[in-house]
């Protein structure tokens, strides 16, 4: 699959770099918005790898000319919340699957995401680790098993980390639970773990995720990419992604 | 639900200790092979309820006559391998549920539940605690996401626990990993748990089930028993009465 | 050692069990307020063992009467605060050693100790576990190593249990810590779990102490007993008992 | 203090990036064998710092013109187990500490680290983090205190590492425990992380240790040069920097 990268901060060389070291995936352009010390990310981020990865700066081409020269299948992006308007409605008309993880949209963003997704497959998500995810979706699972259960939730991250985190608060509601049964822990030698404990009469099912990167988001960015390959135009979220594996298990186990 | 137990051994005791405690479900009458001290399970538990809870002894009394005469909705057997051919076809004719938890049927056994289901519904689990049957389940849903991701299993057991727990074993057949992935800690101090370590590039996923007591299969048994009542002729096992709550999970969550 | 048990309540009961099975330690008596349903502890526990083991009433029999005719060792105290009035002054005139396990003493009762500890030796502690005694003298020891480490608590308890851990506040105070450095969780299926988490950079050290019954208590009791023998008159805590190991330790290493 | 490396690989980087940004230290020079891209490790590194921090290649520099002309008062050394024949008896004659980070030396390394010793203050640990360390340290005072504890060791380390942790084997040797009573996990996503399992009857006690990154080895080097500052003559390992600090907890608690 050809992939365009917009943003090119922290998470986005991570990326960058996952994509880059993927056999299955070209990185065929990164836009950001200044200009860069290196004409490629493989030069920047010293992978060697055949991708173009031209690193190309919104100040010297218009979106619409990068879209016709060096078109793509899908775009990720990891900019900020106006990211979007930049490429989002060119993407479109060209049936551009368009990914984005970016974490804080506002209302109107939103909105815009879903008009887009009247005319190409559009796909958000604030956290976009698969890690994560799957924890959203198994937690939700056994929540709906036992309704009655106690749930708390543990955050241990950087001393630096100012906040709750947003991950942690969303699986607060995604569960229904109070914001005061999250536990943050800040420490050095920590880079991000969160832990949903499930407390049942004499039992506790605990389901734990840990990144030691944010490498982690170029994973589930492919992941999200090859999942969305041949989707209808629609908006999609990344339990729509995830529910499909759930039937083809009971089919298996069944046979 | 009117409730019969068989079996009254270490984990048939702490079983009916649980369903005392239930307000809405009754324990109608335990059968044991030998006498017992006590005339009621509520005597020998010293839990104070208004079920019948009669300890009943084979040797006074056939199974036929039990059942003609303290009717029940729903057998739970604690007993062993043989137990099932002392009651399983005077209760599948009588149109019993029987739920079955015990560990090592053989092939014969196994057969002859598969006659009964053709005129009860029958259950049978080798581990009948809803975490750890979550824990199959959650678990089969991730390998099946990410089917090239590295598994390890580890359980840590008591010091006297003998041999692999066969939980452990039944997950590595279930994740179609190699025995050799299953680490086995003994050590004072446990009573039991198991974990499934998920390794990814970047990012690891933990599903954690701890046990601090036999009762945990008492509770296990009855969210069975819920679970079957209205059920159709036929045999059932604890995935077959999980797969039922992710399609409500996937409604809620659609709306 | 010749043993005599203060207090007959859910701790009390758990050590009297440890001590009956403990084949170097005899339980002479146990000394309660109220009557009791059976004359001996070893017969309302079912537990087989030659020790003695009566039952006593101070209804029945004034605490000189028992000492004279049933003389002890030591004593270990699970009563209330009030427990202390109603023994000390009869046990440390006959240098009967005192091993207090009770947790909430006054400034009156911690004076009395004191007192006594003039004519005995004299100990207390108010969570008499040796893992948790441990833990707090490991956990001061590296804080004094890395005086700047980033230091959290984590405790986890049943549903039920009020309010943050007495343990979890003591380890705070010990480490110089602030309150809000605790993170308790709440749920089913836990026993007692506490977890001193020091983050470095790049790295991060954990100890985690687990109890899974009561009986914690006695196996810490009987230990601090034979770590009481031949020692002089004086006030003892549990740290006076682990800091000659520490020497020791080093002893042998540099051989 | 004035400080020069010997070595640049993984670790050695690692370190260099650790003494760079450290403010009390001075990078004076990094020692390897072959020639740089960059004059010196704070432009490799990137690191802005006032530190000299020239890269220096033995094929162009003896150790003694480099020692003459930039005196340090430390060398640490991430290097191999030949390094300490190329740098050792010119340091050993100007008093320069020593302090060796070599995971496998031979026994001729060993004996001329001692020979050093005898003429300026010589350190060597084959794992040279602080929190591996501590956790040694404070695991054998445990088993000191209870030498009849169950104890299991479980490390767990990135997909590719071969073999059994040394440190794990470390642990284990100086545990006096069986080498089988170490599990391994290799899997993706993990860094490095080692467990030690005291189970007491009731009870556990946990010592984990968890890397995020080499640099862990810097802070461990610093801690190591630091404490050594003013010790005299003689051959050091992390045990014996750890050891005071025991007396210094004492000596604060009873005050």
Redesign the interface.
């Known amino acids: 699959m050809k992939i365009g990268l917009i943003g090119f901060g922290k998470a986005g060389k991570a990326v960058a770099n996952?994509i880059l070291r993927s056999d299955q995936h070209s990185l065929e352009w990164v836009l950001r918005n200044s200009a860069a010390n290196t004409s490629t990310a493989k030069d920047f981020l010293e992978v060697d790898s055949p991708d173009p990865a031209e690193i190309v700066s919104l100040a010297h081409q218009t979106v619409r000319q990068l879209l016709n020269e060096r078109p793509v299948d899908a775009i990720i992006d990891f900019s900020g919340a106006e990211g979007i308007y930049q490429y989002g409605k060119e993407a479109a008309v060209r049936k551009i699957t368009i990914i984005s993880a970016i974490s804080h949209y506002g209302e109107a963003e939103k909105k815009f995401l879903e008009e887009l997704s009247l005319e190409t497959a559009v796909f958000w998500s604030p956290n976009i680790?698969?890690?994560v995810n799957?924890?959203l979706f198994?937690a939700?699972?056994?929540k709906?098993?036992?309704p009655d259960?106690?749930?708390?939730i543990?955050e241990?991250h950087f001393?630096a980390k100012a906040g709750v985190s947003g991950t942690a608060v969303k699986i607060a509601e995604s569960l229904d639970v109070e914001a005061d049964s999250i536990?943050?822990?800040?420490?050095?030698?920590?880079?991000g773990r969160h832990e949903v404990?499930?407390?049942?009469?004499?039992?506790?099912?605990?389901?734990?995720?840990?990144?030691?990167?944010r490498?982690?988001f170029?994973?589930g960015a492919l992941f999200v990419a090859e999942n969305l390959v041949n989707k209808p135009t629609g908006f999609y979220n990344f339990?729509d992604l995830?529910?499909p594996?759930?039937f083809?298990?009971?089919k298996?186990?069944s046979s």
């Open positions: 996952v680790t698969l890690g799957y924890l198994a939700s699972l056994l709906n098993i036992a259960v106690d749930i708390e543990s241990e001393k536990n943050s822990v800040r420490a050095g030698g920590i880079v404990i499930f407390g049942f009469p004499y039992q506790t099912v605990r389901l734990v995720h840990e990144s030691i990167s490498e982690a170029g994973s339990e995830l529910r594996y759930f083809s298990t009971s298996e186990e």
